[in-house]
């Protein structure tokens, strides 16, 4: 009898080829798997004060139907959208029913704009305010995969529905761990309300936004949308110090700190030459203060000579204020370094101050939420270049003015002298 010898080779591939054809082809440990679509829940108060006629001229339930309609057609394809709505069915006294009146509007998935749009041009401002069984609601709209979610609360009241407590739930969907984070918008909100949205966006690591028009409430949601399709960036915590000396140095990111009301806090920053740095800081009003405050963000060098400042001020009509500073660097012509190949580096000194102020009855302490960012991006590439030249970094400034202001002011001496001469020789 003949034998034939199979070549090992071969016997190894028709191996290889069985096991691919039994093996699954998502059981390949390298295969990249696909990230879940984030999902959000915009909750909506569509209680009886809805009606009230003090956003633009127009009731608050008009303003939040045009602004729904601006966010859901500027809501990103990979998003997965749901809307709820609290308050909108009974109109009734009785409040065991009234506080059971939460409805899921759109559920959650591929966003079909015009059903949404449609869906949401019915509404009628109704009943009771029951936040607290609409987020339990909402939490449950949200279940299932391990996608980023994220409820969006929208109301100009507080919650009518205790002892449900709306920050207690928040506080317990907190303490499952599902990533869940809940942001909460204050339509012309009281003191009371503005309490216990700040209370439920804390407890989940939100933000609380207080709303006076159509258009901050419209961009303020779109925002948070986005926020959800956008890669998850957790803050770090710091401390920032009472001088320069004693400041942390803090690399490119996000930052968290708290500065008491009037307070000044310090960071450093090493910008490589070529290099320019980026800085931006925004303070909350996360309790009730005195209308009119600021917000500073100065860059000096460790010398204590002022480079660029940026500044805002605020009015009481937003809980959120904000300033940014540029400052670019360019490489001396005359040094490519410091002896070891790299470009020098300068040590900036990020100053962050506030005028805040509150009533007595206000604590002070802990200080206000502050979010710093710092980012480094190449330079400009020549010198010419106006930022590089130094427009805008305070002193340059100034003396630039100075210089054109004292140049024009001798140009014209000379034309009206000039005049002057010609008309007294006709």
Not at 130 to 139: D, M
Not at 283 to 296: C, E, T
Not at 308 to 326: C, F, W, Y
Request: net charge negative; charged share 25%; with cysteine.
């Amino acid at each position: 009898m003949i034998r034939r010898r199979w070549p090992a080779a071969v016997v190894c591939g028709v191996l290889a080829a069985l096991a691919a054809g039994l093996v699954p082809a998502g059981a390949a440990a390298d295969e990249p798997v696909e990230k879940e679509a984030p999902k959000v829940e915009l909750v909506l108060d569509v209680s009886g004060s809805m009606r009230e006629r003090d956003i633009d001229g127009r009731s608050r339930m008009a303003a939040a139907k045009q602004a729904f309609g601006e966010v859901l057609d500027a809501v990103p394809d990979e998003v997965r959208l749901g809307i709820r709505t609290l308050g909108a069915n009974y109109p009734g006294d009785d409040r065991r029913t009234g506080c059971k009146d939460t409805e899921l509007l759109y559920p959650v998935g591929p966003l079909d704009r015009t059903e949404a749009k449609t869906a949401v041009a019915t509404l009628a401002p109704t009943g009771w305010t029951p936040i607290g069984p609409a987020l339990l609601k909402a939490a449950d709209d949200l279940e299932g995969g391990d996608a980023t979610r994220r409820i969006v609360l929208i109301t100009d009241g507080e919650d009518t529905c205790a002892p449900l407590d709306p920050c207690e739930v928040a506080r317990e969907l907190a303490a499952k761990g599902i990533g869940l984070t809940i942001d909460t918008l204050g339509l012309v909100p009281d003191a009371k309300t503005r309490r216990q949205l700040v209370c439920i966006a804390e407890a989940t690591g939100g933000t609380y936004t207080s709303v006076q028009h159509t258009e901050e409430l419209s961009g303020r949601v779109k925002q948070l949308v986005d926020r959800a399709a956008a890669p998850v960036v957790t803050p770090e915590p710091t401390e920032g110090a009472d001088e320069c000396a004693k400041a942390p140095t803090l690399e490119p990111g996000l930052y968290t700190d708290r500065e008491e009301f009037g307070e000044h806090r310090w960071y450093r920053v090493q910008v490589p030459a070529g290099r320019e740095l980026r800085a931006s800081v925004s303070i909350g009003a996360d309790r009730a203060v005195d209308n009119d405050y600021g917000v500073l963000l100065r860059a000096v060098t460790v010398h204590g000579r002022e480079i660029v400042r940026g500044s805002e001020a605020g009015d009481g009509r937003t809980d959120v204020i904000s300033a940014g500073l540029r400052y670019p660097t360019t490489i001396p012509e005359d040094r490519d370094g410091d002896g070891d190949g790299k470009p020098a580096s300068e040590t900036v000194c990020l100053r962050v101050s506030n005028s805040f102020s509150a009533p007595a009855s206000v604590k002070t302490t802990p200080g206000l939420p502050l979010e710093l960012t710092v980012d480094l991006v190449d330079g400009p590439d020549e010198a010419a270049d106006p930022a590089a030249f130094g427009l805008g970094r305070g002193p340059w400034l100034l003396g630039v003015l100075a210089l054109t202001g004292l140049a024009a002011g001798l140009l014209w001496g000379l034309v009206a002298r000039r005049r002057t001469d010609l008309g007294r020789s006709s």
